[in-house]
């Protein structure tokens, strides 16, 4: 039986589309690098490896949609080999997106990129186990990913997020918030710190050192008062060593 063939895109449609789709990405480019204004469309095609990737992904995408065999992964593995980024030919990659430096960047086969998606060198949009199915990490749009960043598992970033240089995020990050450490954490929402009592996270009480720090204070004062009953002089309190430090930077800072 004949099957129902469905209209194909003219090849001038295409080729205003594919036009279409390089202008964005130098644009998007331009953009987001300082580096890459006033250079020209076609140096950055021939240099800038994270468009590279992405024009290569498009191609791989639209294949592996269409179920063609092989191809995908030759691709793949071809603007691997020549960018050094890694994009699963399954992963769906939202508009606008740049990979800026781009060495080292790996995005698993169930990731999902928003729109205006910026990431860095080194950044894995990774998986944490070998279950099939969704397993690597959904992010919103407008998020920013530091460079060196491990997102990992199928967890959500939230729109306008962003994830510090070498951060480790392995739980959902709310909208508008910046995370950074390792487990990464909120330092910020929608540009404000984060405050309450969950926000610092090395100054925590510590009642066992302030138990030894009172007894050890009661010590020295009965020291004190038995050198003065004895008559032997002033008594020389020893000094108490500091139990955990009160001040400094908070975790936070890494
Ligand atoms: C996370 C980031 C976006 C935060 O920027 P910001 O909103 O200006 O935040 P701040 O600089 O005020 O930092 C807030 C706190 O987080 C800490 N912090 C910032 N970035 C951090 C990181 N990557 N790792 C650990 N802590 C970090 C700051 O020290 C500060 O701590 P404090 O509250 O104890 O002072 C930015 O620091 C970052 O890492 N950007 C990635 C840049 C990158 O990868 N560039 C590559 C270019 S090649």
Do not use: C
């Amino acid at each position: 039986m004949d099957r129902p063939s469905l209209p194909r895109p003219g090849v001038a449609v295409v080729l205003r589309r594919v036009a279409q789709e390089i202008r964005s990405d130098v644009a998007t480019a331009r953009d987001r690098d300082p580096a890459a204004r006033g250079v020209s469309t076609f140096e950055i095609l021939a240099s800038w490896a994270g468009v590279q990737a992405l024009l290569a992904h498009r191609v791989a995408h639209a294949l592996d949609e269409a179920g063609v065999p092989l191809a995908p992964r030759a691709i793949a593995y071809l603007s691997r080999a020549v960018t050094g980024i890694e994009i699963h030919p399954a992963a769906a990659i939202g508009g606008e997106f740049f990979i800026d430096h781009g060495s080292g960047v790996v995005i698993g086969e169930t990731a999902e990129v928003g729109e205006r998606v910026t990431l860095y060198q080194g950044v894995t949009l990774g998986g944490t186990g070998l279950q099939p199915g969704k397993r690597h990490p959904t992010l919103g749009d407008n998020v920013t990913v530091g460079s060196g960043a491990k997102l990992l598992g199928p967890i959500a970033v939230g729109d306008g997020a962003k994830i510090g240089a070498n951060t480790v995020v392995i739980e959902d990050v709310p909208p508008g918030a910046t995370v950074v450490g390792n487990p990464g954490h909120p330092v910020k929402v929608e540009g404000r710190r984060v405050e309450g009592p969950d926000a610092d996270w090395i100054h925590l009480p510590d009642p066992i050192a302030d138990a030894i720090k009172a007894l050890s204070e009661r010590i020295v004062e009965l020291e004190r008062r038995l050198a003065e009953l004895d008559g032997s002089g002033e008594g020389t309190a020893a000094e108490t060593p500091e139990l955990q430090p009160r001040t400094g930077r908070s975790s936070a800072g890494g």
